[in-house]
Each structure stands twice: as structure tokens, then as C-alpha cells.
């Protein structure tokens, strides 16, 4: 059974910085693409960031400079560093990891909240 546990969500002060983790587990995780989504109330969901099998990153324009995705294969892990929150970071954001064959997973998401 596949499964991606978010960690690390909570309510912070603008400016402020959140470590979110993905533990993953039931896949080769070495092998998936893994990346942050995030979706705000009312909005559709977007992609932050994404982090390839050969440690290739790509993020959205809106969090360039402030996030840092990262894995750890042996852990099974991958981890979004934020920093220089914004309330219009807040959001549910979710973990996701997909294959070449067409496997794709999500977690059950983990919510951030940026609020003075």
C-alpha cells in the first residue's frame, strides 16, 4: 500500500519559516519525480515545487528565493524549506510523487497558515 505522510504544516507569523516532510513508503521512492502542491480556498491546485530522481529542481515564480525542496532517498523523504512567509502562502499544501509509468500518489495534505 502506497502512502505519503505530510508533517510539518501550522500557523506562522508573516516572515516567519515552516520545514514541511513527506514520508513516503510502499514505492521506489528513489525513482519518482516528488514535488509540493498547494491549494488555496477558492483556488485551483498549484505546483510550488519539484524535485526529479537526479536531484533536477523546478519552482513556481511566486516562491523562487524563498522555498527549497530537497529528498533524502535513504529516509524516503522530501522536504520543503519556506521561508519569508506570506499570508499569501497560505494554503493546504500537498505531497505527490509520480513515475514513467504513469503512477502518481498524493498526500492527504497538511495545512500552513500565515496569519499575524
Known amino acids: 500500500q502506497v502512502q505519503l505522510v505530510e508533517s510539518g504544516g501550522g500557523l506562522v507569523q508573516p516572515g516567519g519559516s515552516l520545514r514541511l516532510s513527506c514520508a513516503a513508503s510502499g514505492i521506489m521512492f528513489s525513482s519518482y519525480t516528488t514535488g509540493w502542491h498547494r491549494q488555496a480556498p477558492g483556488k485551483q491546485r498549484e505546483l510550488v515545487a519539484v524535485i526529479n530522481n537526479s536531484g533536477i529542481t523546478n519552482y513556481a515564480d511566486s516562491v523562487k528565493g524563498r522555498f527549497t525542496i530537497s529528498r533524502d532517498n535513504a529516509k524516503n523523504t522530501v522536504y520543503l524549506q519556506m521561508i519569508g512567509l506570506k499570508p499569501e502562502d497560505t494554503a493546504v499544501y500537498y505531497c505527490?510523487?509520480?513515475?514513467?509509468?504513469?503512477?502518481?500518489?498524493w498526500g492527504q495534505g497538511t495545512q500552513v497558515t500565515v496569519s499575524s
Open positions: 505527490n510523487a509520480n513515475d514513467h509509468y504513469g503512477h502518481n500518489y
